[in-house]
């Protein structure tokens, strides 16, 4: 992925502390929309943007964010819902974002999702639930957003891989 930003946002980047991204605040302390990407030396690349929680309720770890009805941008989010499309799905929340609350969540790599009621086979790929949990999808013929290579307990958090 080329790196769109100038070298001096670049530098910026390259001081920022390791617990920013899942740092919230009430008033956007970056552009909603804005993306920071990560090179790690054992998940490879990783990508989180820069949204606000308009769906008058919390986020919480491993539950799938998407853009709301008539969004036109970043700050009109939601929990994602049953079957939504790939285009419609955003990313998942590291941790908690309240409320009116701006924050990162990831778009890109390994990441901490959280299963149905029912819990997620191994090699499965992953289509989002109701309320921003996940599910078993089956490929070419649901909207799968994730894969997860082991299994995940019931309403459990465990490793997905978003791409």
Do not use: H
Not at 58 to 81: I, P, Q
Not at 117 to 134: D, H, P, R, V
């Amino acid at each position: 992925m080329a790196n769109l930003f100038s070298g001096a946002q670049r530098a910026a980047r390259r001081r920022m502390s390791a617990n920013i991204l899942t740092d919230t605040s009430t008033t956007a302390e970056y552009v909603p929309g804005e993306r920071y990407s990560i090179l790690d030396q054992t998940y490879g690349e990783m990508e989180f943007v820069y949204i606000k929680n308009d769906s008058g309720g919390a986020y919480a770890e491993g539950l799938g964010v998407m853009f709301k009805d008539a969004a036109v941008n970043y700050s009109s989010t939601n929990l994602s819902g049953a079957n939504i499309s790939r285009a419609r799905f955003i990313g998942v929340a590291l941790g908690a974002i309240a409320d009116q609350s701006f924050g990162w969540i990831q778009t890109k790599g390994p990441v901490n999702v959280k299963a149905v009621a029912g819990g997620i086979l191994a090699n499965a790929s992953l289509k989002c639930a109701a309320s921003g949990e996940f599910d078993d999808g089956t490929a070419l013929t649901e909207e799968t957003i994730a894969f997860s290579g082991a299994a995940i307990l019931l309403g459990a958090l465990g490793v997905g891989i978003l791409r």
